[in-house]
């Protein structure tokens, strides 16, 4: 997202190690568990009904259709299904879905 040079100077400040830290030691508070997802999974382009990737998706395409399955996506809330569906997979399965930070 950096590389987008209309979102690149907001992204950078946002802070996103700073939130994550957070995230972490308030999770453990209240015993619960932080899943970090790699930055190149391929959340928006996966359907979340069946799994088909989509080849190409630019950033100016808000919704799309699968071509396997038919199904309408709007970007945003797939790739939230898809990014929950990768959290639960780990959380059930034990394995990471990147590796753990230093």
Do not use: F, Q
Request: proline letters at 4%; aromatic letters at 6%.
């Amino acid at each position: 997202m950096v590389r987008n040079h209309c979102l690149a100077h907001a992204i950078s400040d946002a802070g996103w190690r700073d939130l994550r830290s957070m995230l972490e030691y308030k999770a453990g508070w209240y015993g619960r568990e932080v899943i970090a997802v790699d930055r190149w999974y391929p959340s928006s382009k996966t359907c979340s009904s069946c799994g088909a990737l989509a080849e190409k998706l630019p950033l100016d395409v808000r919704e799309w259709a699968c071509r396997r399955c038919g199904a309408a996506h709007d970007r945003d809330v797939n790739a939230a299904r898809n990014i929950l569906a990768a959290g639960l997979a780990v959380s059930a399965c034990g394995d990471g879905v990147r590796p753990p930070r230093s």
